[in-house]
């Protein structure tokens, strides 16, 4: 038996896409090493979050303010070569003038930002974790929940189908009783479209939190095995012999 004591939205995505990634990351340890999206991603929310906390207490910080932001914090692990950073940095830069222009011409209600939700919902037995970008005050009173994205392809059914922001639904108002969530968005911060969707019903809820369950059950199970997909591109594990679905070769060296 594998004890959990709580859940993430990330790491139920693991297990879900490949539970033996999952085991080696979480319970045995390994690591997958810096990625450079992930440390675009990290700077990029550090600048996001200094725009939206300004806002919170009634002035948006000025762009500089913001490019001072994003340099201070900089994550700069994971870029194979310094022409590979340039260019991130090129991009993350975009995104912030981006989007101090798009808060610029219409200020958000900002409620919070970087809200850390730690507890239980109904129907899994162990606790939900999950950090929110952004929550903004709805004029009818009720809350929305937006999430900032970095990745390269977004579209309107992303924010349909995720069960992130259905999991972030479920935990805020768990979390918040007498609050509720009346509208959920994916924010693209390379082009600027925001993805709104309305609130997820309680049967989409109890479906999501349900297969969440079903990731407990097979993780206190012990229930691992490597599943292939096109994950496996990016997978470090494919290529050191820790992957039983991809076995190395004696003398294989691999260049990643």
């Known amino acids: 038996?594998?004890?959990?004591?709580?859940?993430?939205?990330?790491?139920?995505?693991?297990?879900?896409?490949?539970?033996?990634?999952?085991?080696?990351t979480r319970l045995d340890g390994l690591s997958e090493g810096e990625r450079s999206?992930?440390?675009l991603g990290r700077s990029v929310h550090f600048a996001c979050e200094h725009l939206g906390v300004g806002l919170m207490k009634g002035q948006l910080p000025s762009l500089e303010s913001a490019m001072g932001a994003?340099?201070?914090?900089?994550?700069?692990?994971?870029?194979?070569?310094?022409?590979?950073?340039?260019?991130?940095?090129?991009?993350?830069?975009?995104?912030v003038k981006r989007l101090h222009g798009q808060l610029e011409a219409a200020p958000p209600a900002i409620a919070a930002v970087e809200?850390?939700?730690?507890?239980?919902?109904?129907?899994?037995?162990?606790?939900?974790?999950?950090?929110?970008?952004?929550?903004?005050?709805l004029p009818d009173g009720r809350v929305g929940i937006l999430d900032y994205k970095t990745s390269k392809q977004l579209g309107p059914s992303d924010a349909e189908k995720s069960d992130q922001l259905t999991v972030y639904q479920a935990l805020y108002e768990a979390s918040h009783p007498g609050e509720k969530v009346g509208l959920l968005s994916l924010?693209?911060?390379?082009?600027?479209?925001?993805?709104?969707?309305?609130?997820?019903?309680?049967?989409?809820?109890?479906?999501?939190?349900?297969?969440?369950?079903s990731v407990v059950n097979g993780i206190a199970a012990g229930e691992f095995a490597p599943s292939t997909g096109n994950w496996c591109?990016?997978?470090?594990?494919?290529?050191?012999?820790?992957?039983?679905?991809?076995?190395?070769?004696?003398?294989?060296?691999?260049?990643?």
Request: glycine fraction near 8%.
């Open 115 to 137: 809200v850390e939700l730690f507890g239980g919902v109904d129907g899994l037995s162990v606790p939900l974790h999950g950090v929110i970008d952004r929550v903004d005050r």
């Open 37 to 39: 999206y992930f440390s």
């Open 1 to 24: 038996m594998t004890g959990l004591n709580r859940l993430s939205n990330s790491s139920a995505s693991t297990y879900l896409e490949c539970s033996w990634r999952w085991k080696l």
């Open 187 to 213: 924010h693209s911060l390379r082009t600027g479209r925001v993805y709104d969707v309305p609130p997820r019903t309680p049967e989409r809820v109890r479906a999501v939190i349900d297969t969440y369950q």
């Open 233 to 256: 591109s990016r997978c470090t594990f494919r290529y050191d012999g820790n992957c039983p679905a991809y076995p190395v070769e004696p003398g294989f060296v691999a260049l990643i």
């Open 70 to 95: 994003l340099n201070e914090r900089w994550v700069r692990g994971g870029f194979r070569t310094q022409e590979e950073e340039y260019k991130a940095y090129d991009e993350a830069v975009a995104m």
